[in-house]
């Protein structure tokens, strides 16, 4: 079973670096010790300074653009005969250096303040916070609650998910480019997708309950000191635990060791709230009858964990809550079994009905 898990995947395995061997786990600890670094010490501000950026979270974006372009080169070399590739890994490049470090640089040049317009609550757990909107000018404000709770919901619906988490995204967009030599190893295994939905589900409760507590805070300010220290206690545990050590010192760190999308998988609010969104809409990935040949490969590219040669082998199309549709399966099948689609799918589709797996 474990030699059939890896059909499709080729000279990968060979490679040291991408199949968990001692160069893998060195990566990976010099990838989370960058991270302790910059979230906890003040070890990179003067780095940034030298270098004329306003301070370190700027260096950061600095070198997120430079991993990025990297990674869309190499992952271009490799799948960049496929059309969809090539324009989601541009729109990726091209988000993540004009809207997420260009933007708020000249924004901080001219008016001392910042904003990132591709990330949205809940992903940015603060933004929808009263403090972050009062303190916004009323145009950031209002852009951040319409996008936040109007639009992306509303384009998950029409378009999947993947519009946001395979297209704008900076974590998916990271994880796209220089994540992509490590995709193979997400684990397929029906352990794992319990874990995935018990964790990504947990997080999402707990980022309503801090915004819901922090606005209730907001509301009634400092009449109620107990209250007032037990929502800025809230807001501080998620923003240590959920902020910066789920979704940067493990959720990165950990793509040589668990593939580039542990923080997208297993943790992210935003793709759990999308998902559920995507479940009711028009995104599918159509399957075509008695074509499959069990090759393994589209189940190997999966970054996010969905068997989906299960699917195939029954001539099932489907939509899960998971999927980013990053085409990765559509694009490596051999014989164009798999399409993914935006239509009025039958009820069918939406759910997993009567699939045989095992948990490898």
């Given at each position: 079973?474990?030699?059939?898990?890896?059909?499709?995947?080729?000279?990968?395995?060979?490679?040291?670096?991408?199949?968990?061997?001692?160069?893998?786990?060195?990566?990976?600890?010099?990838?989370?010790?960058?991270?302790?670094?910059?979230?906890?010490?003040?070890?990179?501000?003067?780095?940034?300074?030298?270098?004329?950026?306003?301070?370190?979270?700027?260096?950061?974006?600095?070198?997120?653009?430079?991993?990025?372009?990297?990674?869309?080169?190499?992952?271009?070399?490799?799948?960049?005969?496929?059309?969809?590739?090539?324009?989601?890994i541009g729109v990726n490049v091209g988000v993540q250096v004009l809207l997420a470090f260009t933007l708020?640089?000249?924004?901080?040049?001219?008016?001392?303040?910042?904003?990132?317009?591709?990330?949205?609550?809940?992903?940015?757990?603060?933004?929808?916070?009263?403090?972050?909107?009062?303190?916004?000018?009323?145009?950031?404000?209002?852009?951040?609650?319409?996008?936040?709770?109007?639009?992306?919901?509303?384009?998950?619906?029409?378009?999947?998910?993947?519009?946001?988490?395979?297209?704008?995204?900076?974590?998916?967009?990271?994880?796209?480019?220089?994540?992509?030599?490590?995709?193979?190893?997400?684990?397929?295994?029906?352990?794992?997708?319990?874990?995935?939905?018990?964790?990504?589900?947990?997080?999402?409760?707990?980022?309503?309950?801090?915004?819901?507590?922090?606005?209730?805070?907001?509301?009634?300010?400092?009449?109620?000191?107990?209250?007032?220290?037990?929502?800025?206690?809230?807001?501080?545990?998620?923003?240590?635990?959920?902020?910066?050590?789920?979704?940067?010192?493990?959720?990165?760190?950990?793509?040589?060791?668990?593939?580039?999308?542990?923080?997208?998988?297993?943790?992210?609010?935003?793709?759990?709230?999308?998902?559920?969104?995507?479940?009711?809409?028009?995104?599918?990935?159509?399957?075509?009858?008695?074509?499959?040949?069990?090759?393994?490969?589209?189940?190997?590219?999966?970054?996010?964990?969905?068997?989906?040669?299960?699917?195939?082998?029954?001539?099932?199309?489907?939509?899960?809550?998971?999927?980013?549709?990053?085409?990765?399966?559509?694009?490596?099948?051999?014989?164009?079994?798999?399409?993914?689609?935006?239509?009025?799918?039958?009820?069918?589709?939406?759910?997993?009905?009567?699939?045989?797996?095992?948990?490898?």
């Open positions: 079973m474990y030699q059939q898990g890896q059909n499709g995947l080729m000279h990968t395995w060979r490679q040291g670096w991408r199949s968990r061997n001692l160069g893998a786990w060195l990566l990976a600890a010099c990838m989370m010790g960058f991270y302790v670094d910059l979230y906890w010490f003040d070890h990179l501000e003067p780095v940034a300074r030298t270098l004329g950026l306003p301070n370190r979270w700027f260096l950061y974006g600095a070198l997120y653009c430079v991993g990025m372009i990297g990674g869309a080169i190499r992952t271009l070399r490799r799948h960049g005969n496929s059309r969809y590739n090539r324009v989601r708020p640089w000249v924004m901080q040049a001219f008016t001392g303040h910042d904003f990132y317009f591709s990330y949205l609550w809940p992903l940015k757990y603060d933004l929808l916070l009263p403090d972050t909107l009062w303190n916004l000018p009323l145009y950031l404000a209002i852009y951040g609650l319409l996008a936040s709770l109007v639009l992306a919901p509303v384009l998950a619906f029409f378009f999947g998910k993947r519009w946001y988490c395979s297209w704008v995204c900076g974590c998916g967009g990271l994880a796209n480019t220089f994540g992509d030599p490590w995709r193979h190893l997400t684990s397929k295994s029906t352990r794992s997708w319990r874990f995935e939905k018990a964790a990504i589900y947990t997080v999402l409760g707990l980022v309503i309950f801090m915004t819901a507590v922090v606005g209730l805070k907001g509301l009634v300010g400092n009449d109620h000191p107990q209250f007032a220290a037990f929502a800025g206690g809230t807001k501080q545990v998620y923003g240590f635990l959920v902020g910066a050590v789920l979704s940067g010192v493990l959720g990165t760190g950990l793509y040589p060791l668990l593939g580039p999308r542990v923080w997208c998988r297993n943790f992210c609010p935003m793709a759990a709230l999308l998902g559920l969104v995507q479940k009711l809409g028009r995104f599918r990935i159509a399957v075509k009858d008695d074509m499959c040949i069990s090759c393994g490969n589209c189940s190997a590219y999966c970054e996010m964990g969905i068997d989906v040669r299960s699917y195939a082998q029954s001539n099932q199309s489907f939509t899960r809550a998971a999927c980013v549709g990053c085409g990765m399966c559509a694009h490596v099948c051999p014989r164009g079994v798999l399409k993914l689609e935006n239509r009025w799918n039958a009820q069918g589709d939406k759910a997993r009905q009567h699939i045989v797996t095992l948990d490898l």
